[in-house]
């Protein structure tokens, strides 16, 4: 983990600086390396594979397909003709040697996905799993008690129902939109808040001794 004035720093989708693509291995070793963390996106496969890819579909590759639809050798099949590679969660947490992983899951999760989830996760000790989707966290608490939950909010999204949900006893931490950084009202909030996506460096050294989810070192 890489702190600043006890503040918390991890890397948005591995993306370090710009040579690196997103949510790729190369990315995530680099960080690991540096001793930081990062956050990643966690999407399952129709083969119930857990993969680290932002998308829910594969228009990056020129394709419409959904991952959800498709195994897991089917989609690196159409990634590796862009010399890609879509890990598994298994592979990051193998080359991650004790680096914080926040886990966001994009899509919405069966129950069988996350009993897939849960025997991948004892395997960490810093970690937290957050999503944008209520459901998603409070489905998982149903399964698994005691767990590093979190909740992601948009720029959109009310002060006062961010203050609301903070109460949720299952929720261990919160992830807010960088307008929120100056928000006086969070001082209400006993749980640690992360605050996504700051980019340039001069911004983040305005804000030392908070957590952040950053890109570009």
Same mark, same amino acid.
């Given at each position: 983990?890489?702190?600043?004035?006890? *503040? +918390?720093?991890?890397? +948005?989708? *591995?993306? @370090?600086?710009?040579?690196?693509?997103?949510?790729? /291995?190369? @990315?995530?070793?680099? %960080?690991?390396?540096?001793?930081? *963390?990062?956050?990643?996106? =966690?999407?399952?496969?129709?083969?119930?594979?857990?993969? %680290?890819?932002?998308?829910?579909?594969?228009?990056?590759?020129?394709?419409?397909? =959904?991952?959800?639809?498709?195994?897991?050798?089917?989609?690196?099949? /159409? @990634?590796?003709?862009?010399?890609?590679?879509?890990?598994?969660?298994?592979?990051?947490?193998k080359i991650s040697k004790k680096n914080y992983l926040m886990l966001e899951i994009k899509s919405k999760f069966s129950k069988k996905n996350f009993?897939? =989830?849960?025997?991948?996760?004892?395997? =960490?000790?810093h970690y937290s799993i957050t999503s944008f989707n209520e459901k998603n966290i409070s489905n998982l608490n149903k399964i698994k008690k005691n767990l590093n939950l979190g909740l992601v909010f948009s720029s959109t999204t009310s002060i006062k129902l961010i203050l609301q949900k903070s109460k949720l006893k299952y929720l261990r931490l919160l992830v807010l939109e960088k307008k929120f950084l100056t928000n006086k009202k969070l001082i209400k909030i006993k749980k640690p808040i992360y605050f996504y996506t700051l980019k340039d460096k001069k911004v983040r050294t305005k804000f030392l001794g908070k957590n952040l989810i950053i890109e570009n070192l």
């Open positions: 983990m890489r702190f600043n004035k006890q *503040g +918390h720093n991890i890397i +948005h989708r *591995g993306l @370090a600086n710009k040579t690196f693509k997103e949510n790729s /291995i190369k @990315a995530f070793k680099f %960080c690991f390396k540096k001793k930081y *963390g990062i956050e990643t996106d =966690l999407h399952t496969t129709l083969d119930n594979k857990i993969v %680290c890819y932002h998308d829910f579909s594969l228009k990056r590759f020129k394709s419409k397909k =959904l991952i959800k639809n498709l195994k897991y050798k089917d989609i690196n099949k /159409i @990634a590796s003709k862009y010399k890609m590679h879509i890990p598994t969660l298994n592979e990051v947490i009993l897939n =989830l849960i025997p991948i996760i004892k395997r =960490l000790k």
